[in-house]
């Protein structure tokens, strides 16, 4: 190739990667901004939340709405988000592993229908099932209880967890199920020892969907949770409105409360996000 057919080539390689660059970059500010704002809302003055010229910084930051916030009740409607939606992924992790391994190691009859029935129940949403499980719920004395909610929360986030884990399960072999019955485990010890140690990436996927369903739910919450001490994050958020306006500054500041634990959470697995959703959705 001569030197300047290199050249060009160089040329148009460089000028790509730039403007891939410059659109990922793009793309990022994009997603960020929205945070940013929250945050910055959170921290305005009163007199700087509403003007006409939009202002992207104040020389007068204020933490004074979250001090208020924090000595409040939000503290505890803050402890029971995380012990429901912590609940709640549990459980669908723990049930939607030992479905999915049923789904993938053994010959059940009608596997595909109940595959395909966990996709429609998925679909289903959460308003149709809300009066049945709140007379079922006050038969049972479920209301108001982390009980209650933690198994509608299941329930709302299990179809979605058995499928991601059993397409990661449909990636490992076989072999290594008989290899470790040979061995003298049983099924439940080759399930737990051998398998879910190679699926943990997927587990890890399907926690993060859970958490959040669980974590962004407000309907089921506020029918069940009736009392002022059960109340979650999501239902928090309404008393900043009122039929004589919105308190713009306590929404914000809750709202970035209520988004940091699920920073924290993407954070902590985040290296199991992309490698397990990649492998996860082409398996299966």
């Known amino acids: ?21 410059l659109a990922a970059i793009g793309i990022g500010l994009f997603s960020i901004f929205p945070f940013y704002w929250m945050f910055l809302t959170s921290i305005k003055p009163e007199s700087e939340i509403f ?20 000595k409040g009740a939000i503290g505890h409607q803050l402890l029971n988000s995380v012990i429901i939606a912590g609940g709640a992924t549990i459980c669908s992790i723990v ?16 596997k595909s229908v109940i595959a395909v029935s966990l996709l429609v129940v998925q679909m289903l949403p959460a308003i149709v099932v809300v009066i049945p499980l709140f007379q079922a719920y006050r038969t049972m004395g479920l209301l108001n209880s982390y009980t209650g909610v933690i198994i509608a929360h299941t329930a709302l986030a299990l179809a979605l967890s058995v499928w991601l884990i059993r397409g990661f399960l449909a990636g490992i072999p076989m072999e290594l199920d008989e ?12 399930l737990v020892y051998i398998i879910f140690p190679l699926a943990l990436p997927g587990v890890a996927v399907s926690a993060i969907f859970a958490f959040i369903t669980s974590w962004n739910e407000l309907l089921l919450a506020m ?15 309404q008393q ?15 709202s970035t409360i209520f988004a940091l634990p699920v920073m924290v959470f993407f954070v902590l697995i985040r290296k199991y996000l ?5 492998v996860g959705a082409v398996k299966g």
Not at 1 to 18: I, S
Not at 100 to 107: E, G, T, V
């Open 95 to 110: 049930l939607g592993t030992m479905c999915a391994y049923a789904l993938s190691r053994f010959a059940v009859r009608a």
């Open 51 to 70: 003007t006409v010229t939009p202002k992207f910084w104040t020389g007068d930051p204020t933490l004074s709405r979250y001090t208020t916030l924090l």
């Open 179 to 190: 290899a470790a019955l040979v061995d003298g485990a049983n099924r439940f010890q080759a």
């Open 240 to 254: 900043f409105t009122s039929q004589n306006g919105t308190d713009w500054g306590g929404t914000m500041t809750a």
């Open 1 to 21: 190739m001569t030197d300047p057919g290199r050249r060009a080539q160089l040329t148009k390689r460089y000028v790509g990667r730039f403007f891939l660059s």
């Open 223 to 237: 029918t069940f949770l009736q009392q002022e001490s059960m109340k979650t994050l999501p239902g928090a958020l």
């Open 274 to 278: 992309a490698s397990g959703a990649a």
